[in-house]
């Protein structure tokens, strides 16, 4: 290929081109650039889909083949890899999905194949470990203590599943999270690597990463090996549209090319195509400069926010130990290990009520009461995705919505004497509101991140075990009366091994009369077969094919008797669970 034009967008140009010249189509698809529905009465034409039908082509002469890109598919892929800093990066019209997928089918390669992966991840993961046949190794993810959040695994915790099992065809991580939270990813590049496996990250949501000073750092430049980006998420393509990006080493690329075709489609997108080529454009052409408008629009919400106490953003904590290496002015020791949760999406701006009158899922609704639509939210967050297509002005009208529930609330609170008679203005069981912490003052760090309160750590206990008495606190009567029940907490799965036994995937499905339903307090020893989630933070605790120890046992037990809510699960209140029969191998 001649020398890279990163002004060009070939695929965009390509079915510009095919759209001026007009030719006859005697080819597939049937709708014939839309024709089939110009002669149609309005009440059955295609609408506004009808110019989107003059550029969807198929493989034909001059339009190249995603499976065997020659031309300008292949001239787009190039100017990615330039763009996004891979050696090789792969268009893909099935989402991240395909390319979560693809990457492990190239690692698995043969059934049984080991991987090591965290125990929270996309769900298209858990399908390629089904499809590949493979064995997974689960690592439990650091918890950021002051909101209760999973991120992804310590470089220590990967270190030591890979001593533990060195068979092991590779290692996958998720990251940034849902939330935006990050943590640092070249240990664990390191780890995988003086091992001679490659890294595999699931970026879905950091496509944006790396291009502005004030955004994290992308995985490749931290060293992992494959790296998925949605680029439909936080950058411009249409949805469905993603790349795959590799560099090193460590995979087989003809293997990784031959498993992309044959997880995606063989009659690939090519509007969706040409969008990624756009965002890549947008990006190469304009550089950090494309991301200005959208950074000043999350920039009048932060502002607007110091202005507004009753709603905080999530932040990393500011470090309270020096960086490993350096003296501490009183002779404290640096940290161990990494902490959790150390970067934030700009662009994900979390939000919670720091009062703890509203949760998640009511602020989220009387958000869209007011035209604002979330991206999601949990019992405590609710997640404002920005982009570079954010305006500061949508970001005035959303703080002048927080007002406006903020004053509404506020007035029901004095209209009922201070408390709120309606359920919604409750402090939901979620939030773990502690008494004597001041939620209104001080920096905007994690959330929830007024640990003077907890026990200092002793010894070699867990942070998160030794703030169980403040974080685990709840409302469990509507008089508000507050009871300690740490050993419930949702977060604190201390108690269940960092690295998990291999637990085999299949594709085979699971006949009726091989498993059956138990009680929980009868389950250790047995063979887990259903997922089982507490939620929050949404962590399986448990996988289909997974033994039930009995720590595991006695963990699900308190969870329930606590009140914690369960999801992929049979019995959502887990008085039962299932389980393969014994005469199957369901004993362990």
Same mark, same amino acid.
């Given at each position: 290929?001649?020398?890279?034009?990163?002004?060009? +967008?070939?695929?965009?140009?390509?079915?510009?081109?095919?759209?001026?010249?007009? !030719?006859?189509?005697?080819?597939?698809?049937?709708?014939?650039?839309?024709? #089939?529905?110009?002669?149609?009465?309005?009440?059955?034409?295609?609408?506004?889909?009808?110019?989107?039908?003059?550029?969807?082509?198929?493989?034909?002469?001059?339009?190249?083949?995603?499976?065997?890109?020659?031309?300008?598919?292949?001239?787009?892929?190039?100017?990615?890899?330039?763009?996004?800093?891979?050696?090789?990066?792969?268009?893909?019209?099935?989402?991240?999905?395909?390319?979560?997928? %693809?990457?492990?089918?190239?690692?698995?390669? /043969?059934?049984?194949?080991?991987?090591?992966?965290?125990? !929270?991840?996309?769900?298209?993961?858990?399908?390629?470990?089904?499809? #590949?046949? &493979?064995?997974?190794?689960?690592?439990?993810?650091?918890?950021?203590?002051?909101?209760?959040?999973?991120?992804?695994?310590?470089?220590?915790?990967?270190?030591?599943?890979?001593? *533990?099992?060195?068979?092991?065809?590779?290692?996958?991580?998720?990251?940034?999270?849902?939330?935006?939270?990050?943590?640092?990813?070249?240990?664990?590049?390191? #780890?995988?690597?003086?091992?001679?496996?490659?890294?595999?990250? $699931?970026?879905?949501?950091?496509?944006?990463?790396?291009?502005?000073?004030?955004?994290?750092?992308?995985? =490749?430049?931290?060293? +992992?090996?494959?790296?998925?980006?949605?680029?439909?998420?936080?950058?411009?393509?249409?949805?469905?549209?993603?790349? =795959?990006?590799?560099?090193?080493?460590?995979?087989?690329?003809?293997?990784?090319?031959?498993?992309?075709?044959?997880?995606?489609?063989?009659?690939?997108?090519?509007?969706?195509?040409?969008?990624?080529?756009?965002?890549?454009?947008?990006?190469?052409?304009?550089?950090?400069? &494309?991301?200005?408008?959208?950074?000043? *629009?999350?920039?009048?919400?932060?502002?607007?926010?110091?202005? =507004?106490?009753?709603?905080?953003?999530?932040?990393? +904590?500011?470090?309270?130990?020096?960086?490993?290496?350096?003296?501490?002015?009183?002779?404290?020791?640096?940290?161990?290990?990494?902490?959790?949760?150390?970067?934030? $999406?700009?662009?994900?701006?979390?939000?919670?009520?720091?009062?703890?009158?509203?949760?998640?899922? /009511?602020?989220?609704?009387?958000?869209?009461?007011?035209?604002?639509?979330?991206?999601?939210?949990?019992?405590?967050?609710?997640?404002?995705?920005?982009?570079?297509?954010?305006?500061?002005?949508?970001?005035?009208?959303?703080?002048?919505?927080?007002?406006?529930?903020?004053?509404?609330?506020?007035?029901? %609170?004095?209209?009922?004497?201070?408390? %709120?008679?309606?359920?919604?203005?409750?402090?939901?069981?979620?939030? $773990?509101?502690? #008494?004597?912490? $001041?939620?209104?003052?001080?920096?905007?760090?994690?959330?929830?991140?007024?640990?003077?309160?907890?026990?200092?750590?002793?010894?070699?206990?867990?942070?998160?075990?030794?703030?169980? %008495?403040?974080?685990?606190?709840?409302?469990?009567?509507?008089?508000?009366?507050?009871?300690?029940?740490?050993?419930?907490?949702?977060?604190? !799965?201390?108690?269940?091994?960092?690295?998990?036994?291999?637990?085999?995937?299949?594709?085979?499905?699971?006949?009726?009369?091989?498993?059956?339903?138990?009680?929980? /307090?009868?389950?250790?020893?047995?063979?887990?077969?259903?997922?089982?989630?507490?939620?929050?933070?949404?962590?399986?605790?448990?996988?289909?094919?997974?033994?039930?120890? &009995?720590?595991?046992?006695?963990?699900?037990?308190?969870?329930?008797?606590?009140?914690?809510?369960?999801?992929?699960?049979?019995?959502? &209140?887990?008085?039962?669970?299932?389980?393969?029969?014994?005469?199957?191998?369901? /004993?362990?």
């Amino acid at each position: 290929m001649d020398k890279l034009q990163p002004g060009r +967008a070939p695929v965009y140009e390509m079915l510009e081109q095919y759209r001026h010249k007009g !030719n006859i189509s005697y080819h597939v698809p049937g709708h014939k650039n839309g024709e #089939a529905y110009r002669s149609t009465v309005s009440a059955e034409s295609a609408g506004y889909l009808t110019e989107v039908m003059r550029y969807d082509v198929t493989e034909i002469t001059g339009t190249d083949d995603l499976h065997h890109p020659e031309g300008v598919i292949r001239e787009a892929q190039e100017l990615a890899a330039d763009c996004y800093g891979a050696e090789e990066s792969y268009m893909l019209v099935c989402g991240s999905t395909a390319g979560n997928l %693809a990457l492990i089918l190239t690692v698995c390669s /043969e059934p049984g194949s080991l991987l090591i992966l965290q125990r !929270n991840v996309h769900k298209s993961v858990i399908h390629g470990l089904m499809l #590949a046949g &493979a064995r997974a190794v689960f690592l439990e993810p650091q918890i950021d203590p002051g909101s209760g959040l999973a991120v992804a695994p310590s470089a220590e915790t990967v270190q030591a599943a890979l001593a *533990a099992y060195p068979e092991a065809a590779g290692v996958l991580v998720t990251m940034p999270n849902y939330y935006g939270m990050g943590s640092d990813l070249a240990p664990l590049a390191q #780890a995988c690597h003086a091992c001679c496996v490659p890294l595999l990250v $699931d970026e879905a949501h950091g496509a944006h990463y790396g291009q502005h000073p004030a955004l994290p750092a992308g995985a =490749l430049a931290q060293g +992992a090996d494959g790296v998925v980006q949605s680029t439909h998420k936080m950058l411009t393509a249409l949805t469905m549209g993603a790349m =795959l990006h590799v560099q090193g080493p460590w995979l087989d690329r003809a293997l990784l090319r031959q498993r992309l075709a044959m997880v995606q489609s063989s009659s690939p997108s090519y509007p969706v195509m040409a969008s990624l080529d756009l965002a890549r454009r947008l990006l190469h052409s304009q550089g950090a400069g &494309a991301f200005t408008a959208g950074l000043a *629009a999350v920039d009048v919400l932060r502002r607007g926010l110091a202005a =507004l106490p009753r709603f905080r953003l999530l932040q990393p +904590a500011q470090p309270q130990q020096p960086v490993c290496g350096e003296a501490g002015a009183a002779g404290v020791k640096p940290p161990l290990r990494g902490a959790a949760y150390v970067t934030q $999406d700009p662009f994900k701006a979390v939000i919670y009520d720091a009062a703890g009158v509203l949760g998640g899922f /009511e602020l989220q609704r009387r958000l869209e009461e007011r035209g604002i639509v979330p991206e999601m939210s949990d019992d405590r967050h609710v997640v404002l995705a920005f982009s570079l297509g954010s305006k500061a002005e949508e970001a005035a009208e959303l703080l002048t919505a927080l007002q406006d529930i903020a004053a509404q609330t506020s007035l029901a %609170a004095q209209q009922t004497g201070g408390s %709120a008679a309606s359920s919604d203005l409750e402090p939901t069981a979620g939030l $773990d509101p502690v #008494a004597g912490l $001041d939620l209104t003052d001080g920096p905007s760090q994690s959330t929830y991140s007024d640990t003077a309160a907890a026990p200092a750590p002793q010894g070699g206990e867990s942070f998160s075990s030794a703030r169980t %008495a403040a974080q685990a606190a709840s409302y469990n009567s509507r008089e508000g009366e507050l009871t300690f029940s740490g050993h419930i907490s949702t977060w604190n !799965n201390f108690d269940i091994p960092a690295v998990s036994a291999p637990v085999a995937f299949s594709i085979r499905p699971v006949a009726a009369g091989e498993t059956e339903s138990v009680e929980l /307090e009868a389950s250790a020893g047995r063979i887990a077969a259903e997922m089982v989630i507490p939620y929050p933070p949404g962590i399986p605790l448990l996988y289909p094919g997974e033994s039930i120890t &009995a720590s595991v046992c006695d963990r699900l037990i308190r969870l329930r008797i606590g009140g914690a809510k369960f999801q992929a699960c049979a019995d959502p &209140a887990l008085q039962h669970i299932m389980v393969y029969n014994i005469q199957k191998g369901g /004993e362990a």
